[in-house]
């Protein structure tokens, strides 16, 4: 298990993290979503010991990290799959970490087997590695000491569509067998398809958190007009909580006939309205964090149907 309690980190004036707590737990995949600069990397790094906490404490495995026994073999981190030696072969790389965690050198053929990586690909050097074979290698690493707790920072950066498959579906067995897994990532669907719970940070704090089935069943209205904002507002006004997502789309709680009508008494046409249960975790996400997003994506229309 991981627990984060009350967790902050400020660089200077700069807020990273602000009284962040959640709980990843054994045999779940927990994914932990937000745009970029949300604090995401930040609460990891506290978490595996790389940087101090300003005040709060995360426990991995009821412990600190800098206080458990062997952490190699019960803790494994992937947060940066580029932080490799460029100089090294894959072999050397993940034979050091065998060699560091005590194992015995058969167990670097069995990872180079586990994450798919051939003999010729094992003896180049890593400079010489695309970013996908970087995170096949990072994720060896990881499992090398056969550990209880996953931490992984964006591990299907470069992969292609058969490599996102095979990691969603080594994590899946890697919870199903007991272990812990908290997975970052800006890959909305792959967490949507892997993820049993959800911890979404917007701004260095906690917006959302709860089971996938949870916060997407509970997602409310999705009504769409030419004005979002216009929409918005009087959803608002009418005393409805309403976040605008994008394109004009609005995420609202309340019923279906309480936006309707909402809508209606504003003026507003609304030019789509329906349960948001299948709106998805793309929808909920861009809702949730919609004041931290860095991105705002603009939709004109294009009367000739040229490409955009």
Same mark, same amino acid.
């Given at each position: 298990m991981i627990t984060v309690e009350s967790l902050s980190k400020s660089y200077g004036s700069f807020v990273a993290v602000d009284d962040v707590s959640f709980t990843a737990r054994p045999?779940?995949?927990?994914?932990?979503?937000?745009?970029?600069?949300?604090?995401?990397?930040?609460?990891?790094?506290?978490?595996?010991?790389?940087?101090?906490?300003?005040?709060?404490?995360?426990?991995?495995?009821?412990?600190?990290?800098?206080?458990?026994?062997?952490?190699?073999?019960?803790v494994g981190v992937l947060l940066d799959a580029s932080a490799q030696h460029a100089g090294r072969t894959g072999r050397e790389i993940l034979t050091i970490a065998a060699l560091t965690m005590g194992l015995p050198r058969t167990r670097v053929d069995e990872m180079l087997e586990r994450v798919s990586l051939t003999p010729d690909e094992a003896s180049r050097r890593v400079r010489n590695y695309s970013l996908g074979m970087r995170q096949r290698l990072g994720i060896g690493t990881a499992l090398m000491g056969d550990p209880e707790v996953l931490v992984l920072d964006e591990p299907a950066n470069?992969?292609?569509?058969?490599?996102?498959?095979?990691?969603?579906?080594?994590?899946?067995?890697?919870?199903?067998?007991?272990?812990?897994?908290?997975?970052?990532?800006?890959?909305?669907?792959?967490?949507?398809?892997?993820?049993?719970? &959800?911890?979404?940070?917007?701004?260095?704090?906690?917006?959302?958190?709860?089971?996938?089935?949870?916060? &997407?069943?509970?997602?409310?209205?999705?009504?769409?007009?030419?004005d979002g904002a216009g929409l918005a507002a009087a959803l608002t006004t009418a005393g409805i909580t309403?976040?605008?997502?994008?394109?004009?789309?609005?995420?609202?709680?309340?019923?279906l006939t309480r936006v309707g009508q909402a809508a209606f008494a504003a003026g507003i046409a609304v030019t789509e309205l329906r349960a948001a249960d299948g709106a998805g975790l793309e929808e909920?996400?861009?809702?949730?964090t919609a004041e931290s997003q860095r991105d705002v994506v603009t939709h004109t229309s294009n009367p000739e149907g040229a490409a955009a």
């Open positions: 045999g779940r995949v927990t994914g932990f979503l937000g745009p970029n600069g949300a604090g995401k990397s930040t609460t990891m790094r506290v978490m595996v010991g790389l940087t101090g906490p300003g005040s709060g404490e995360v426990r991995v495995l009821g412990r600190r990290f800098a206080d458990l026994p062997d952490p190699g073999r019960e470069g992969l292609d569509p058969a490599g996102i498959r095979w990691m969603r579906d080594l994590l899946r067995d890697f919870a199903d067998q007991g272990g812990t897994v908290l997975l970052s990532s800006h890959l909305l669907h792959e967490i949507e398809v892997i993820a049993d719970d &959800l911890v979404v940070i917007g701004n260095g704090r906690i917006v959302a958190q709860g089971t996938k089935e949870e916060l &997407l069943a509970g997602a409310g209205t999705l009504v769409r007009a030419a309403a976040r605008p997502t994008s394109g004009g789309a609005v995420l609202a709680e309340a019923d909920m996400f861009l809702a949730l």
